[in-house]
């Protein structure tokens, strides 16, 4: 069993509990006892608002509903992007080839194979990463979305592979 504390030491600690103006481990250390017995000190005479972490509380759960708005903010953007980049797979391309008379833009129905593949890759990152905020979310609706992400992307590879060179 641990020694007494000294008399003197316990009512300068009790002095900074009622004064209100130190945090508890701060008391602690200046007069070289745990925090925990710095807490008893302050149960034991009744000061229940000794140490209140009701405002700590408060700004942790404030900054979580900022930050769960903030990520419903970036998931709508991440499925924007992915819509845009979606969109640019199935939409006429235009390049630049090399041809006798110098470079000439030669527009096509449909983007080569090599940039639909990549447009569809870019899309499914931007996909994942709002599945990944919104999982952060705690819907639970996230694999069932991975799985229709999936089937979309084979789907679409399927039906771009038909056009060697991509142009349907």
């Known amino acids: ?6 008399p003197d030491i316990r009512a300068a ?13 701060q008391i602690a250390r200046d007069h070289g006892v745990s925090g925990s017995t710095v807490t008893n000190i302050a149960h034991q005479e009744h000061i229940t608002s000794a140490f209140d972490r009701s405002q700590t ?5 404030s900054k979580q509903a900022d930050n769960a708005a903030l990520r419903t903010e970036l998931i709508a953007e991440y499925y924007a992007v992915a819509r845009r980049l979606l969109a640019r797979v199935e939409a006429p391309h235009t390049v ?16 080569s194979l090599r940039d639909a593949q990549a447009g569809m890759a870019a899309s499914a ?44």
């Open 13 to 25: 600690i009790l002095h900074d509990i009622q004064a209100g103006t130190k945090p508890r481990n």
């Open 125 to 168: 990152i931007g996909i994942d990463k709002a599945l990944r905020l919104e999982d952060r979310q705690g819907d639970g609706k996230v694999d069932t979305a991975k799985s229709l992400l999936g089937g979309l992307f084979a789907t679409l590879q399927r039906a771009h592979g038909d056009a060697p060179d991509g142009s349907g």
């Open 96 to 111: 630049a080839l090399m041809g006798p008379g110098g470079a000439e833009l030669v527009t096509t129905r449909l983007p």
């Open 57 to 61: 509380v408060k700004a942790t759960q």
């Open 1 to 6: 069993m641990p020694k007494p504390l000294n």
